[in-house]
């Protein structure tokens, strides 16, 4: 699987718009790009994930760049309960054979702290 | 709908202890994944089942730790000994895999924290 740069730290407003950005220039045709958050304490949380196409769901956009070496997650009106660490990950979606499609591979991610 | 659920949340071990974690997954997942945080980092995959059989645990030290999945469901993590390294949170995911397609949308629980004294 391809391998993500994050920052590692980002600070937010409450209210305002969080944009966390991924960096995954080696990313292939067959890779997706998922995003994932962990809240202190918690199990990782799935948030969304992308082929090429923006998406949206209820907790926030994902905007791919064209060439596919970037994206940026959105959370539209961050609140305090976002603070969480943030990994942007890439993988292969489709089963290609083999024994490691299934596995999430992790990075530090990006700790997100929003403010009051 | 009940998420992953894990047993004990905390477990506090001296070393050379044996110890063991247990996972129910989400109900209708046929795939389990067992992964281990340590501090600071993000979790790493120990093994994956797919319903009864472990189809990927080239992670998993396999001298001190074992993992079972009966019946497709439920699953253990085991560890015999425990050593200081061990200290770390073990998580559980499971998530639906069908026709060769997955849905690759892993679900986790919120972990088993273990310290080894």
């Known amino acids: 699987d391809a391998k993500t740069t994050q920052p590692p730290s980002m600070d937010c407003a409450e209210g305002r718009a969080a944009n966390l950005p991924c960096n995954h220039s080696t990313i292939s045709g067959n890779e997706y790009v998922y995003w994932y958050r962990q809240i202190h304490s918690q199990g990782p949380q799935y948030i969304i994930h992308?082929?090429?196409n923006n998406e949206t769901n209820e907790m926030a956009s994902l905007i791919i760049t064209e060439d596919r070496k970037s994206s940026t997650l959105i959370l539209p009106h961050a609140t305090l309960r976002d603070t969480a660490v943030y990994y942007c990950i890439v993988r292969v979606a489709k089963n290609a054979g083999g024994t490691s499609y299934g596995k999430l591979t992790f990075g530090q991610g990006t700790i997100l702290t929003v403010h009051p | 709908e009940a998420g992953v659920v894990q047993s004990p949340r905390y477990k506090i071990i001296e070393k050379k202890q044996p110890v063991a974690f247990w996972c129910n997954p989400i109900s209708g997942h046929n795939t389990l994944y067992w992964y281990r945080q340590n501090l600071g980092q993000g979790p790493e995959l120990l093994i994956r089942y797919e319903n009864e059989e472990a189809v990927d645990d080239s992670q998993l030290p396999k001298d001190r730790f074992s993992a079972e999945r009966l019946k497709g469901v439920d699953s253990t993590l085991k560890i015999q000994p425990a050593e200081l390294g061990d200290s770390a949170v073990y998580l559980c995911?499971?998530?639906?895999?069908?026709?060769?397609?997955?849905?690759?949308?892993?679900?986790f629980g919120a972990g088993t924290r273990l310290s080894v004294l």
């Open positions: 995911a499971s998530s639906l895999v069908w026709g060769g397609v997955a849905k690759n949308i892993q679900y």
């Open positions: 992308g082929l090429k």
